[in-house]
Every structure is written in C-alpha cells, then in structure tokens.
C-alpha cells in the first residue's frame, strides 16, 4: 500500500439526473483513489458516466450521494467560493474542443489562469517555459484560429499545468484530433505528469488511449470497475 495519502479519493459515490419522468444512474457506488503522479485512463462508451465522474473529481458537480475527498477535504462540504479557489490552485483542465479563447493569444491563453489568481506578473517567466515545454514557444504570438488542432491541445496542456496543479482532468482530450497528433498528446501528457509530479486522469472511450495509463479503469453504467491493459 502507498505510504502517502492519496490526491483524490471517491467513497461509494453516486450521481443521478433526471430526463423527463425518468431518473437516470450516472454513477452507481464509484469507490477510486489516485496516487501523486499517477497517469490514469478511465475508458467508457458515450454516456457511461466517465465525463460525470470527472466533473465530480473537479468540483464542478457534486454526488448526491458518497464522498469525495481532495487531498483529504471533503469537497461535498465546501461552498462555492471554497471549490471555486481549489479548481484555481489545485486543479488543471484539459477538454475535447481545447476551449481556448478566440481573441487571446497563444501566451495569452496560458496565461488566463494566473490572471484569474493574480498572479500573472509574478510567472511570466513560468509560461514561457511551458510554451517551450509544449514546444510552442515560436507560436506565443499567435491566435487559436491560426494553430492545427494538434497546437492548438497543446496550448491547453500548458494553460492546465501553469499553475503547477495537484491533478489534471482531461475529458476526450484526442477525440478531435488525427491519430498521430493524438499519439503526441499523449505522449506530452504522460511525460508531464512525471516532469512536473502531477496526476493525470484521462477519460476515453478508446481502449487503444486507454492503454497509455499505468492504472487503468472503466466506467460502464456508472459502475467503476478495473481494466487490463490491452497491449
């Protein structure tokens, strides 16, 4: 067993939403922790409950029933304000549609969440690395409109590391992208959560993205269950 508590840590946890007359199960009794620097693949079919189980591990949903423990605080009990400055601190995104903003550049971009903790000024030197880390440096000028799909998840690795998270959450994030350039997102992701001892928790509904976890889990009618590598 680990010696160190784990980052994240999910007790028999449950989700329901409502579709007309219907209650749905999104997630049924889901009982997972997650080690510092772990990269874990949670692989599911559409509506399995993976994307659910991530917005829970973020604070971005709540379970209405079970617990979930952040580096042992119990997120079900903190207010908005309390879950709001942990995202900021303590937790990076990373999304299918890279959801990077339009009108800012690529600097700009990775640089938002600073600005939102004000601390931009004090790390600047910090995005410039990142930019070179993610091998984007030459493009810190340049607009989301002008970058490949490829550059583009890039930019939002870096804009979900700058802040120097405890975990990453990344929901699909090869699912727009070609095969090669979603190899090479994972491959940057897997380096950066040993380079920068971040957990990593990938959620996908492609076994061969699965494989590249070293813990591996699927999530299927909000059941959680473990998953053999296929390679």
Do not use: W
């Not at 928790?201 to 590249?212: C, E, G, L, Q, R």
Request: glycine share 8%; proline share 5%.
């Amino acid at each position: 067993m680990p010696s160190n508590p784990p980052i994240v840590r999910t007790k028999d946890v449950y989700k329901y939403y409502r579709t007309g007359d219907t209650q749905v199960t999104a997630l049924s009794g889901v009982s997972l922790e997650f080690q510092q620097g772990d990269f874990v693949s949670i692989m599911g079919p559409s509506g399995g409950g993976k994307t659910t189980f991530l917005n829970c591990l973020g604070g971005l949903d709540l379970p209405d029933r079970g617990e979930i423990y952040f580096k042992n605080r119990l997120l079900n009990k903190m207010s908005d304000n309390e879950l709001t400055e942990l995202r900021r601190r303590e937790i990076g995104f990373v999304f299918q549609f890279f959801n990077l903003m339009p009108t800012l550049t690529v600097q700009e971009n990775v640089e938002l969440p600073l600005l939102i903790s004000h601390s931009a000024k004090a790390q600047s030197k910090q995005v410039h690395t990142l930019l070179d880390y993610v091998g984007l440096f030459h493009r810190a000028r340049s607009f989301p409109a002008e970058l490949s799909g490829g550059e583009m998840q890039r930019v939002a690795i870096a804009r979900s590391l700058v802040h120097r998270p405890s975990i990453v959450l990344a929901d699909e994030p090869t699912g727009n992208l070609d095969s090669d350039n979603g190899i090479k997102i994972l491959e940057l992701m897997k380096k950066a959560s040993v380079d920068f001892d971040t957990t990593v928790v990938i959620a996908t509904h492609n076994s061969k993205i699965a494989d590249y976890g070293n813990r591996h889990f699927e999530i299927r009618d909000g059941k959680a269950t473990p998953r053999k590598n296929s390679l």
